[in-house]
Every structure is written in C-alpha cells, then in structure tokens.
C-alpha cells in the first residue's frame, strides 16, 4: 500500500495568500475606526448589517428569559455568531479564511465596545421599534450598578477585539511562513 500525499491546505499559490493577507492588514487598520452610523466601507458596512440582523435577532431568540438577559443578548448575539464563522473555518480547515473571521470576531467586538461605552451618554442612533428604543447596555448595567464603568467595561471589549485581530494577523503571517519552507523543501530535489 502507498503512502496517500496529503493534500495541501494552502493550496494556492503563495502570492495569493500575500496579497489576501495584505487586504487583511488593510480591514485591520480600516476596522481600528470603523463608525456604522457614517462608514464608506461597503465590506464592513456589509459585515455590520449581518451582525445588526444576528443582535436583534438574538432579542427575539432569547424573549422569553428575564429582561436583563434578554437586552445582554443582542451584542453576546453578535460576537457568538463571529466566533461560530471562526470555529467553522477551522472545522472546515480552512486556516487562512480564518484571519478573516478573527478580523470579523475584532469588527464585532469593536461595535459591542463602543455600544457599551455609549451606555451613559447615549450618542449613538439606535434603531428599533415604537418610538422610544431602550438602550440595552444601558439597561443592564444600569441593574447591575455598573453605569459608571461603561467606558472602561466597553473599551475593554475593543482592546480584547484588537487583540484578537492581532493574533489573527499573526496566524496568517504564520501560515504563509509555513507555505513558503513547505515550497522551499518541495523545490529541493534529492540526488
């Protein structure tokens, strides 16, 4: 019986996975600002409508549970549904469609951050029905006493999502690196 060759998991050629991992750079540096309310990024503004969809339909999912829970889900909604894309990649091997799903995991996290630390000021426009839409993180840190933290609370969330987004930069420099000296070892022909 033969050996079976595996085949690659990168199976493209190397300069794809350059470039594609320089567009990766690009969203990072473009998810570091990212604002919903007045964004010309149709790729993150895309991402974001997906996610807006997955936060309220996390609401709806959950309505039945008390009322704190309930407001918490929307946002555990958003960033449960990127780390699902993420852990899908993987499952699928799919290592390098991972960065991309760790820069969404960081877009998410971002919006929750900034969501949060609006809970007291309440600048961002907020959509929902009837005429008065109530501020989830607001509310619930409201009943837990933790108002006054939601700047560091929510700038927390955004610097884990940046640190995230970081590694997932990291792993697809990783993954080429390891393309390249599987390439170089390919092109040495034994004598």
Request: hydrophobic fraction near 50%; include cysteine; aromatic fraction near 12%.
């Amino acid at each position: 019986m033969q050996p079976t060759k595996e085949k690659s998991i990168m199976s493209l050629p190397l300069w794809v996975y350059i470039v594609g991992w320089a567009c990766f750079l690009y969203l990072f540096i473009q998810i570091l600002s990212f604002r919903a309310e007045d964004s010309s990024n149709i790729l993150l503004s895309g991402l974001y409508f997906i996610e807006f969809g997955v936060h309220e339909a996390s609401h709806i999912i959950v309505a039945f549970l008390p009322q704190i829970l309930v407001a918490a889900a929307g946002s555990v909604g958003e960033i449960g549904f990127t780390v699902l894309i993420l852990y899908a990649t993987i499952k699928g091997k799919a290592y390098f469609a991972g960065v991309f799903a760790g820069l969404w995991i960081m877009l998410a996290m971002n919006n929750v951050g900034r969501y949060m630390a609006d809970a007291r000021s309440q600048l961002l426009p907020l959509i929902g029905p009837g005429e008065t839409v109530q501020h989830d993180w607001h509310y619930v840190f409201g009943q837990l006493g933790w108002l006054n933290a939601d700047t560091a609370i929510g700038g927390t969330v955004r610097g884990l999502g940046i640190m995230i987004g970081v590694v997932a930069l990291g792993w697809g420099l990783y993954l080429i690196i390891m393309k390249m000296t599987d390439s170089s070892r390919a092109s040495v022909v034994p004598h």
